[in-house]
Nanobody, 125 residues
Framework: QVQLVESGGGLVQAGGSLRLSCAAS????????MGWFRQAPGKEREFVAA????????DYADSVKGRFTISRDNAKNTVYLQMNSLKPEDTAIYYC??????????????????WGQGTQVTVSS
């Protein structure tokens, strides 16, 4: 059974940084596109970032471009989200997601079949 376990969330002041990690198990990680999503209180879940398998390509929501960076380490079955210059509006539960193996990362925002439980990120002003 595929498991995705997020870590690295917490409380940070505006302008600060956090790095989220998502460890995958029972997944052909090296051949799975991965993504990060978030859901703020009272709002729908939204796409944050995604990374392909194989030849690496990435995509970001406009709201985080230039501040967040997604990366992966296939040797560790882990995907990361480096978040810099955090803003209060980044406060949300952040979820890791994965597509089935050998599935294209396109479209970046849809097609994820496995989800983690989420990690809370709170940015204070």
């Amino acid at each position: 059974q595929v498991q995705l376990v997020e870590s690295g969330g917490g409380l940070v002041q505006a302008g600060g940084s956090l790095r989220l990690s998502c460890a995958a198990s029972a997944l052909t990680f090296s051949r799975s596109a991965m993504g990060w999503f978030r859901q703020a209180p009272g709002k729908e879940r939204e796409f944050v970032a995604a990374i392909s398998w194989g030849v690496i390509s990435t995509d970001y929501a406009d709201s985080v471009k230039g501040r967040f960076t997604i990366s992966r380490d296939n040797a560790k079955n882990t995907v990361y989200l480096q978040m810099n210059s955090l803003k209060p509006e980044d406060t949300a539960i952040y979820y890791c997601a994965a597509k089935d193996r050998n599935t294209s990362v396109h479209p970046y925002t849809k097609g994820y079949v496995y989800w983690g439980q989420g990690t809370q990120v709170t940015v204070s002003s």
